[in-house]
C-alpha cells in the first residue's frame, strides 16, 4: 500500500494519523500543524525555503525546484539529522546524483510510470510520486496537495 504525504497550503484540520509526512513552505501555516504532526509521529518538512528551519521544531526539508549540488550537500552537512529531499522532475541522472549526496527521499513529478517503475526495481532510495489525483503507483509514497 503507498502512503500519501501531504503537501498543505492552510490551516484547515488535517488527519494526520497514518500520514508518514506533512511538507509546506510557509512556516506560518506549518506551525498549526506541528503538534499534531508530532504526537502522530508525522514528520514534519519545510519546502524550499532553508531559512525558515533554524528555530522551528520540524524534522526536515523538502525541495521542490532543483538546487545545485554543491548547495544541497552545503545543506545536507549543516542539517545531518533532517529528512531532507529533492524534486527531480522526471530526471532519472538528477534523482541518481542527489541520492548519491545524501538525499533521504526523491520526488518524480507524475509524467512516467516506466522511471517510477525503474526506480523501485533498482534504487533502495525512497521515491515519491507528486501527483494530483490519488492514483495506482509503484512508488513508495505520494505526494497530494490538501486543497486540491
Same mark, same amino acid.
Not at 99 to 107: E, H, M
Not at 123 to 128: D, K, T, W
Given at each position: 500500500?503507498?502512503?500519501?504525504?501531504?503537501?498543505?497550503?492552510?490551516?484547515?484540520? &488535517?488527519? %494526520?494519523?497514518? @500520514?508518514?509526512?506533512?511538507?509546506?513552505?510557509?512556516?506560518?501555516?506549518?506551525? /498549526? /500543524?506541528?503538534?499534531?504532526? /508530532? =504526537? %502522530?509521529? %508525522?514528520?514534519? &518538512?519545510?519546502?524550499?525555503?532553508?531559512?525558515?528551519?533554524?528555530?522551528?521544531?520540524?524534522? !526536515?526539508?523538502?525541495?521542490?525546484?532543483?538546487?545545485?549540488?554543491?548547495?544541497?550537500?552545503?545543506?545536507? =552537512?549543516?542539517?545531518? =539529522?533532517?529528512?531532507? !529531499?529533492?524534486?527531480?522532475?522526471?530526471?532519472? /541522472?538528477? !534523482?541518481?546524483?542527489?541520492?548519491?549526496? !545524501? *538525499?533521504?527521499?526523491?520526488?518524480?513529478? $507524475?509524467?512516467?510510470?516506466?522511471?517510477?517503475? +525503474? +526506480? @523501485?526495481?533498482?534504487?533502495?532510495?525512497?521515491? @515519491? &510520486?507528486?501527483? *494530483? @489525483? =490519488?492514483?495506482? %503507483?509503484?512508488?513508495?509514497?505520494?505526494? &497530494?496537495?490538501?486543497? $486540491?
Amino acid at each position: 500500500m503507498v502512503e500519501t504525504i501531504y503537501y498543505i497550503n492552510d490551516e484547515k484540520p &488535517l488527519d %494526520t494519523k497514518n @500520514v508518514p509526512a506533512v511538507i509546506c513552505s510557509n512556516y506560518n501555516i506549518l506551525k /498549526h /500543524h506541528i503538534e499534531k504532526c /508530532h =504526537n %502522530t509521529d %508525522t514528520a514534519v &518538512l519545510i519546502a524550499d525555503d532553508i531559512s525558515q528551519v533554524k528555530d522551528y521544531d520540524i524534522d !526536515g526539508i523538502y525541495f521542490s525546484e532543483k538546487i545545485s549540488l554543491k548547495k544541497f550537500k552545503e545543506i545536507r =552537512n549543516k542539517y545531518p =539529522n533532517f529528512s531532507i !529531499g529533492v524534486n527531480c522532475a522526471s530526471s532519472k /541522472h538528477d !534523482g541518481l546524483n542527489y541520492g548519491d549526496a !545524501g *538525499a533521504d527521499f526523491i520526488v518524480f513529478d $507524475d509524467r512516467d510510470n516506466e522511471l517510477i517503475d +525503474w +526506480w @523501485v526495481e533498482m534504487i533502495e532510495l525512497p521515491v @515519491v &510520486l507528486n501527483c *494530483a @489525483v =490519488n492514483k495506482q %503507483t509503484n512508488a513508495d509514497f505520494i505526494m &497530494l496537495a490538501t486543497d $486540491d
